[in-house]
Structures are given as structure tokens and as C-alpha cells.
């Protein structure tokens, strides 16, 4: 099993940066792809950015130029720098993380969640 523990969430006025980290434990795994999600109240959780093994990025339109995910895959980490932030940032955002958990009989492969952080900015 794998699990996943966030931080760096908080509260920030407009314009300012935050940096969050997630990083994945457990057994015997390895990670592929990883990516941040985020959910305002009343909305869909929506996809912020992800990254793959090989360092590909993809970016939420809404986000793009302002934010940056990045990895260190030694210590199992992924990260999201989020800069000129803006009061419609404010979500709840989770880490995701794609990975293999090899067994005596085999592998698992899922997707798995943390728990969330809060972010919040003021105007």
C-alpha cells in the first residue's frame, strides 16, 4: 500500500506564493505519473498538474504561467510551487499519485489519494 501525506497549505493574500509537498510511503512500490488535484466548495474536483517519470508537465489552463509541479524521485516526493496566487485558487488540494505495489504474487496498480490540504487567499 502506499500512502500520501501533504503540506504547505494555508492561508496567503492575493499575489502572493505558496509551496506544497506530498510525499508517498508504504511497502514495496514504485511511482509513475504524479499530479495535484483541487476542489472549491460546490465544485467538481478539477486536475491542477501532473507530471510523469520521465518529467512531462501538464498544466490547468487557470494555473499555467503561475504554477509549477516538480519531483525528486529519491525521496518519493512531488511538489507544487504556486506563485500570483489569486482568491479563486482557494481549494482543498490533493495529491495523486500513480503507482505499483509488487506482492509475493504479483502487482497492484492504482491511483492513490491524500488526504488534502487547504489553501486559502484573501483579497
Known amino acids: 500500500q502506499v500512502q500520501l501525506v501533504e503540506s504547505g497549505g494555508g492561508s496567503v493574500q492575493a499575489g502572493g506564493s505558496l509551496r506544497l509537498s506530498c510525499v508517498a510511503s508504504?511497502?514495496?512500490?514504485?511511482?509513475?505519473?504524479m499530479g495535484w488535484y483541487r476542489q472549491a466548495p460546490g465544485k467538481q474536483r478539477e486536475l491542477v498538474a501532473t507530471i510523469t517519470s520521465g518529467g512531462s508537465t501538464y498544466y490547468a489552463d487557470s494555473v499555467k504561467g503561475r504554477f509549477t509541479i516538480s519531483r525528486d524521485n529519491a525521496k518519493k516526493t512531488v511538489y507544487l510551487q504556486m506563485n500570483s496566487l489569486e482568491p479563486e485558487d482557494t481549494a482543498v488540494y490533493y495529491c495523486?499519485?500513480?503507482?505499483?505495489?509488487?506482492?509475493?504474487?504479483?502487482?497492484?496498480?492504482?491511483?492513490?489519494w491524500g488526504q488534502g490540504t487547504q489553501v486559502t487567499v484573501s483579497s
Open positions: 508504504g511497502r514495496s512500490f514504485s511511482i509513475n505519473a
Open positions: 495523486k499519485v500513480d503507482a505499483r505495489v509488487v506482492g509475493a504474487f504479483g502487482a497492484v496498480y492504482g491511483a492513490y
